[in-house]
């Protein structure tokens, strides 16, 4: 774990008093997100949840140096942030794959364009999709591969480069319920081996749990801000499927559905219709 010299650790990501704002067509400003500070420490799971426009992925665009924030700044390792995180690897909700090169060139291509040679760059290819579950599919494009198999391919693509970072926008948010319970029990047996720090973007408040060390929740927009920071004291190493039925579990997923449900009601208009119901 990275220290200064004080001994305090530092952040791997920390995003202080950051705000995001768009000027419109016609003159004015939208104010997507009010000034948020973020951390995520070296070695920490932490999940990002929030109603749907609210700017979860803008924050992580921000930590990936993709946009620069409004205001505020970024730190990655204490350092602040100018051009693309480079100590960070984006896993985005659509994968990357080029349909005309296998498996192993998709992974290896990422050490290519950094200067590695084609004969190490391949190997290295090789042992990442060995560590996914892939070993024997390097020789296989993407048409010949399942919508699981392509994911995996897509995370060897972002690990095989090593990153201190690991940077994820929804993952496996396309996949089906059985793929993702799969994606999520691999997700955390390749984390546990090396305890990257992990800044992940989901809308499935029992994969925020099953996953993460902390829950960050955000508002519904404009002006999103974090409203909820809530410690996971799940014990590690987790089973994802038995997991959902400890006690624990269910008492902070109400806990935090509590806080999150009218946010995710403002967004689709339904807090003032829920009210008149009530009445």
């Not at 951390?39 to 990936?64: H, M, R, Y």
């Not at 693509?157 to 690991?166: A, G, H, N, W």
């Amino acid at each position: 774990m990275t220290q200064p010299m004080n001994g305090a650790a530092v952040p791997a990501v920390q995003l202080n008093s950051v705000s995001v704002a768009y000027g419109l067509t016609g003159g004015g400003r939208y104010e997507a997100v009010q000034p948020v500070d973020v951390q995520v420490a070296d070695g920490e799971f932490v999940a990002v949840l929030g109603p749907t426009g609210c700017g979860k992925s803008t924050l992580l665009n921000i930590a990936a140096g993709l946009m620069p924030p409004s205001s505020g700044e970024s730190l990655i390792f204490g350092q602040r942030l100018q051009g693309l995180n480079t100590q960070a690897g984006y896993l985005f909700q659509q994968d990357a794959l080029m349909p005309w090169k296998t498996a192993r060139d998709n992974v290896a291509i990422g050490l290519e364009v950094r200067g590695t040679g084609r004969r190490d760059a391949l190997g290295a290819a090789d042992r990442i999709l060995a560590r996914v579950g892939l070993a024997s599919f390097g020789d296989r494009y993407p048409h010949q591969l399942s919508g699981g198999q392509k994911k995996r391919v897509a995370l060897a693509q972002v690990l095989v480069r090593e990153p201190k970072i690991l940077l994820m926008d929804e993952p496996f948010g396309p996949l089906d319920a059985q793929t993702r319970l799969i994606m999520s029990e691999l997700l955390l047996d390749l984390w546990q081996a090396d305890r990257k720090a992990v800044m992940f973007v989901t809308h499935d408040l029992d994969e925020a749990i099953a996953l993460s060390d902390r829950v960050l929740v955000m508002s519904a927009g404009p002006r999103a801000s974090i409203i909820g920071d809530f410690p996971i004291p799940l014990a590690r190493p987790r089973d994802i499927a038995e997991v959902r039925s400890e006690p624990e579990f269910h008492r902070l997923h109400a806990a935090i559905w509590n806080t999150l449900r009218d946010e995710v009601r403002k967004t689709y208009g339904l807090s003032n219709a829920a009210k008149e119901i009530r009445a």
